[in-house]
């Protein structure tokens, strides 16, 4: 009697053990790593100001680029000397900015580096500087 209570102790550990392991990996953390996904999504908002961009620098209607990625991304903040007492401007009272530096490959071989602002009152983004290598 007791072997069989033996068996059947191991035969239900055995099932239960790989269900449970199995349903932590659906439980556990998405295929790409966070950090990469907010670079997607950021990516994915800035891809019409990428493609403005594009098209002013290349003058194409239709600009094709790829590997992109966000290089750096720094936060500033507006402030004006009045007087020798600095206080802050900006249509969101002093608020900071940020620049982000987004790095893309054109088919020709050419790598382009572009920085983004968005100090204006609407927090929109814009192109403030590029480069071409």
Request: glycine share 8%; charged share 20%.
């Given at each position: 009697?007791?072997?069989?209570?033996?068996?059947?102790?191991?035969?239900?550990?055995?099932?239960?053990?790989?269900?449970?392991?199995?349903?932590?990996?659906?439980?556990?953390?998405?295929?790409?790593?966070?950090?990469?996904?907010?670079?997607?999504?950021?990516?994915?908002?800035?891809?019409?100001?990428?493609?403005?961009?594009?098209?002013?620098?290349?003058?194409?209607?239709?600009?094709?680029?790829?590997?992109?990625?966000?290089?750096?991304?720094?936060?500033?903040?507006?402030?004006?000397?009045?007087?020798?007492?600095?206080?802050?401007?900006?249509?969101?009272?002093?608020?900071?900015?940020?620049?982000?530096?987004?790095?893309?490959?054109?088919?020709?071989?050419?790598?382009?580096?572009?920085?983004?602002?968005?100090?204006?009152?609407?927090?929109?983004?814009y192109l403030d500087l590029f480069y071409v290598r």
């Open positions: 009697m007791k072997p069989r209570f033996f068996i059947c102790l191991l035969l239900s550990g055995g099932l239960i053990l790989p269900s449970s392991g199995s349903s932590t990996a659906y439980a556990g953390p998405q295929d790409k790593p966070r950090e990469q996904q907010l670079e997607k999504a950021m990516l994915q908002q800035l891809y019409p100001v990428i493609r403005s961009a594009l098209q002013d620098i290349y003058k194409e209607t239709y600009p094709a680029f790829g590997c992109e990625r966000i290089l750096a991304i720094n936060e500033r903040t507006t402030m004006k000397e009045d007087n020798q007492q600095v206080s802050p401007v900006d249509a969101v009272h002093g608020a900071s900015y940020f620049e982000i530096t987004v790095g893309l490959c054109k088919g020709s071989g050419e790598k382009i580096e572009l920085r983004f602002k968005n100090d204006t009152p609407t927090a929109q983004y």
